[in-house]
DNA sequence: TTAATAATGAACACATTGTTGATTAGTCCC
DNA sequence: GGGACTAATCAACAATGTGTTCATTATTAA
């Protein structure tokens, strides 16, 4: 590991930073933000900022880093735990195993997750996002594909599916976030096997 | 209708703003551009663009709810069309008509739509075309749903569906648009009435 | 304890914003 | 075509935020 160790002043100043971001994200969405207003709440000099930072965006984009590589080492470890079997989720009714890690991640993480994901959040996460997403489709699933039967180029499909796991993902979280990530989980799961139509009755089985 | 004759200098000059916006969106993103970037571009005084516009903000919300009405009059036109038979669409291999309209106009607008739907884009304006979507789907489909049938709650089920179009329509605006509005259309189609897992032969059928 | 370095405070030039008031130019309509 | 409106122009303004600097103070690692 290439850590080094890091001075203390600089870990608790971009923590408070930080901090910072996400209250303000909440408070007035990440354009109203200025650099005053965050070394403001943060209890920091405005100079003691471009110590860290080249401006706002860069913040945002490591902190978002930060989460897309926390994710990224989720899928990693439960590779491969959900190699063996992948339909077999299903027929279980249980859920593909790195979605429940996620949302519990995501649980841990609401007040952020919610501003970023957000209508005033960042479209170039919910890319990141996507990807993760489709990376973790391509690990699990891709190999099952049976290429010939296919009825959708496969880019599609990739495209449709992580697109509307973000889109429950949002929901949830504007929501009252009353479902637990198993429950969550078992919704993709289904609507990934069964199809939206099949899954609210619309086409006969 | 309240459309008092407006004055041709306003029609100009509006027009004029909102190509140079489309321009500059492609250069450089939203965020990167300010009025006085607009106005040269447009070849126009800063202070015109005052008399138009609170601020940049004020200039992107109404070019996009422009298109969000266009949207929901070309949904309202087809209404009718649509509401005699829901699944039949399927069984005859032939699209939603909604989605044809959708992406036949997505396709004239093509560079806006890219940018403004893209990494650097807005993501309320991604909400909106959610929200279309939604509107649509409830009209020509939530009629048919099987209240008692349903595997997962209603409002999951469209936030899944709106997302994953909007995801597609993402993919097809970032690749080549290679594929039609017709063969996109089908493709969505496909995945409503057969699920992602049935469409890349996952599922045995 | 000491040498290193992070944080502070104040100041700086610079860019962008949104507004104002006087003037010029284009449009509408009789 | 002429006169009344009003949109567009130009220049200037204060206000706000940006990113950088430099000397000084405070905290940390060893």
Chains 1, 2 share one sequence.
Do not use: C
């Not at 889109?167 to 929501?175: D, K, M, Y």
């Amino acid at each position: 590991m290439s850590e080094q160790t890091i001075d203390r002043r600089i870990i608790r100043t971009k923590r408070m930073i930080r901090d910072a971001l996400t209250v303000l994200m909440e408070e007035k969405g990440f354009e109203g933000i200025t650099v005053a207003d965050l070394t403001a709440k943060a209890d920091i000099n405005r100079g003691t900022f471009y110590l860290h930072y080249r401006d706002k965006y860069d913040l945002l984009e490591q902190s978002e880093n930060e989460i897309i590589q926390k994710l990224n080492k989720l899928a990693v470890e439960l590779q491969n735990l959900s190699a063996d079997d992948a339909i077999s989720f299903f027929d279980q009714n249980k859920p593909v195993p790195f979605l429940v890690n996620l949302f519990e991640y995501l649980l841990e993480n609401k007040s952020f997750m919610k501003v970023i994901l957000g209508p005033k959040g960042d479209p170039s996460f919910q890319a990141k996002i996507k990807e993760v997403m489709k990376k973790n489709l391509q690990q699990n699933l891709s190999i099952r594909f049976k290429k010939e039967k296919m009825l959708v180029p496969e880019d599609y499909v990739f495209a449709y599916v992580s697109s509307a796991h973000l889109g429950v993902i949002q929901h949830w979280l504007e929501s009252e976030m009353k479902e637990s990530p198993l429950e969550l989980s078992l919704i993709l799961t289904k609507m990934l096997f069964l199809g939206p139509g099949q899954v609210a009755g619309l086409v006969r089985t």
